[in-house]
Nanobody, 123 residues
Framework: QVQLVESGGGLVQPGGSLRLSCAASESIFSFISMGWYRQAPGKQREVVAVATIGGSTNYADSVKGRFTISKDGAKNTVHLQMNSLEAEDTAVYYC?????????????????WGQGTQVTVSS
């Protein structure tokens, strides 16, 4: 069972920056991918940024050029640097990882989620 703990959320003014962190309970090199998702009030959860084990990164169009996802293997942590924040970025941000797990002799991809951290962009 993988434990994910997010931190770094808070209140920031428009145009400001925040850095979210997600600490995993085991080596992040065992994960297929690690990513950040967000859910605003009344909206569905959406992907923000994903980093794969192969080294590729993908971003939602709405955050390209403003957000950067990065991994720190030594600390089993993934970060999300968020710059030029807008009111529309207000949401609960969740860390998610995917890992191969076993059920008997069958392997499957298991998703693990953190508890979420609130980001509020407001003047």
């Amino acid at each position: 069972q993988v434990q994910l703990v997010e931190s770094g959320g808070g209140l920031v003014q428009p145009g400001g920056s925040l850095r979210l962190s997600c600490a995993a309970s085991e080596s992040i090199f065992s994960f297929i991918s690690m990513g950040w998702y967000r859910q605003a009030p009344g909206k569905q959860r959406e992907v923000v940024a994903v980093a794969t084990i192969g080294g590729s990164t993908n971003y939602a169009d709405s955050v390209k050029g403003r957000f950067t996802i990065s991994k720190d293997g030594a600390k089993n942590t993934v970060h999300l640097q968020m710059n030029s924040l807008e009111a529309e970025d207000t949401a609960v941000y969740y860390c998610k990882t995917a890992r191969w797990d076993w059920r008997g002799s069958t392997s499957y991809v298991h998703d693990y989620w953190g508890q979420g951290t609130q980001v509020t962009v407001s003047s």
